[in-house]
């Protein structure tokens, strides 16, 4: 059930689809923005980490997310002097070298891009390194962006990458492959796997999912049962923000991509990320962010639920803040965490309230504004 040799790999680079293109796209259009978050603390060095980098371009010239991640990088001065690039793939770490080694100058950056071919689960040095443990005396010197994306679920060991995420400013893009994981529950053969995933959970999870009536129920109590792991593990705050990919031949869900972090500056980004790439309308007080490639090409939304969700969002704000004055940026700050909704959610909802006459507003400095509300702390609010 998972790919597990060279040849399905291969067959895998044929050509890349639209799902695959998106999931890229996501992770090159966060990294930089979260080195760029992570380097207001100063630091001398940032790295991306990705542990099956595959070639890095598809058999039909599309570029995939090492090449995308290294260009976005090579781009940018800032980036290039801090940046530290780690490429590994057990099968395409040489193809993936060769390919990046002539598409651009790597001695250009700061920091030597380093090539891997090492066999994620099994290699020592790996496994030694996720498992570091923190130095409480020292800052994390290399805060890091992993990306853990294997072919379907072999190698994802929940305790491993919780003991990566305990390090300050390290975090993961998990890609989920939930349809061959939900088969596999069911399917004692895979017992050692899916305990390694879910080491705490696997038993209740089993269990639990015979009473769920629908697919797309049980694929979410895979969900929440990883979000519980990780929740388990990990010290401190944590936030896991899904991204859901279609199928696309059918209307079942294919993918995950998980996001985790355990600052609240890059729960909000990813939340702008996703949003871009979400081409169905999502409901976010029900749902999540979705990506359908079967709407490419098309101008008609078939789930718009936009106006939904800033009435949604507009409603629990006025319960939650009726007869109160704060800034916008104090009410963002209080309520972004615990929601799938964006910035620009939160202004569309604020917007709502003030035509509708629920609240008025005041703006505490002397610039002229094309608005009068948005997300800001010199944009005061008065609920009534």
């Not at 290699?123 to 010197?141: A, C, G, H």
């Not at 300050?168 to 994981?181: A, C, M, Q």
């Not at 008609?300 to 969700?309: P, Q």
Request: glycine content about 4%; hydrophobic content about 35%.
């Amino acid at each position: 059930m998972a790919m597990t040799n060279r040849e399905d790999s291969e067959a895998f680079y044929n050509n890349q689809t639209e799902n695959s293109r998106v999931k890229a796209n996501i992770v090159a259009k966060y990294f930089p923005q979260y080195a760029k978050i992570i380097d207001r603390a100063n630091q001398k060095s940032i790295w991306y980490l990705d542990l099956f980098c595959g070639k890095g371009q598809y058999d039909d010239g599309n570029f995939s997310t090492p090449y995308l991640i290294t260009q976005c990088c090579i781009d940018d001065p800032l980036l290039k002097s801090k940046v530290k690039l780690i490429f590994n793939d057990m099968y395409f770490g040489e193809d993936c070298k060769r390919l990046l080694q002539k598409s651009f100058n790597l001695n250009e950056f700061k920091r030597k891009v380093a090539f891997r071919s090492l066999e994620v689960g099994v290699d020592r040095k790996i496994r030694e390194y996720l498992s570091s443990p923190v130095n409480k005396k020292v800052k994390n010197p290399n805060p890091t962006l992993m990306f853990y994306d294997p072919f379907g679920y072999k190698a994802i060991e929940t305790t491993v990458l919780s003991k990566f995420m305990e390090h300050w400013g390290n975090e993961i893009f998990l890609f989920f492959n939930i349809k061959r994981i939900g088969a596999a529950v069911k399917n004692d053969k895979f017992d050692k796997l899916m305990r390694e995933l879910f080491p705490s959970n696997f038993d209740r999870l089993k269990s639990d999912r015979k009473y769920r009536s629908s697919v797309q129920d049980r694929l979410q109590l895979i969900i929440e049962n990883i979000d519980d792991e990780f929740r388990k593990s990990i010290k401190g705050s944590l936030y896991m923000t899904a991204f859901r990919f279609m199928e696309e031949d059918n209307s079942a869900t294919s993918h995950y991509v998980l996001h985790l972090t355990k600052g609240i500056k890059g729960r909000e980004l990813i939340k702008q990320v996703y949003s871009e790439y979400d081409n169905i309308g999502a409901n976010l007080e029900s749902g999540t962010y979705t990506f359908d490639s079967k709407r490419m090409g098309s101008s008609e939304v078939l789930l718009d639920f936009g106006d939904i969700n800033a009435q949604t969002l507009a409603n629990k704000i006025f319960e939650k803040y009726q007869g109160q004055v704060l800034t916008s940026q104090e009410l963002f700050n209080e309520m972004q965490a615990t929601t799938l909704y964006t910035g620009s959610h939160f202004a569309a909802a604020l917007r709502l309230l003030y035509d509708t006459n629920k609240i008025t507003a005041e703006r505490t400095n002397t610039k002229k504004w094309q608005k009068l509300i948005v997300i800001g702390n010199d944009c005061k609010l008065i609920f009534k």
